[in-house]
């Protein structure tokens, strides 16, 4: 399967696409949110969350690096990795822990971790495109390659 496109013209467009994700991802998995600053990884993770039944507030965890959710479908991580100094500061919050078979871990800035983080089931590109954004959804895996086929 090869990569998936979106045009996001508005916010509520990413949390959409957030939302769509999470059906895909509600058995556990990896996904990789790229972008510069302000593309839209935090407001997509929010939908994300969200549609898997977080009710409360979506906080991105720059300052924590990890942000836990326990949600009726298991577990979920929101990594922010973008202060992160050396990945081998990963290794003193359990970072191998988090990416049990089950879980969704969802990880912001994933280039500062280095080799201490798990390679994704999927990939996604967020970049600014004119006044809103475009996303583009890179399968990684086998099980990466499923869940594009589902979204497809």
């Known amino acids: 399967m090869s990569e998936l496109h979106w045009t996001l013209p508005a916010e509520a467009d990413t949390v959409a696409l957030g939302r769509r ?11 990789y949110l790229q972008g510069d600053l302000g593309v839209g990884k935090t407001t997509l993770s929010r939908g994300l969350i969200q549609a898997l039944g977080h009710t409360g507030a979506v906080k991105s965890p720059t300052y924590t690096l990890v942000e836990p959710y326990e949600l009726p479908c298991g577990r979920l991580y929101h990594f922010d990795l973008y202060r992160l100094n050396d990945p081998e500061e990963l290794e003193l919050i359990g970072i191998r822990d988090y990416f049990a078979p089950a879980a969704i871990c969802v990880v912001e800035w994933p280039d500062k971790g280095g080799d ?3 390679e994704p089931d999927l990939i996604l590109e967020l970049e600014k495109a004119g006044t809103g954004r475009s996303a583009t959804l890179i399968p990684n895996t086998q099980l990466g390659m499923l869940m594009a086929k589902n979204l497809a």
């Open 21 to 31: 994700l999470a059906a895909v991802l509600a058995k556990g998995g990896v996904l």
């Open 116 to 118: 201490a983080i798990p």
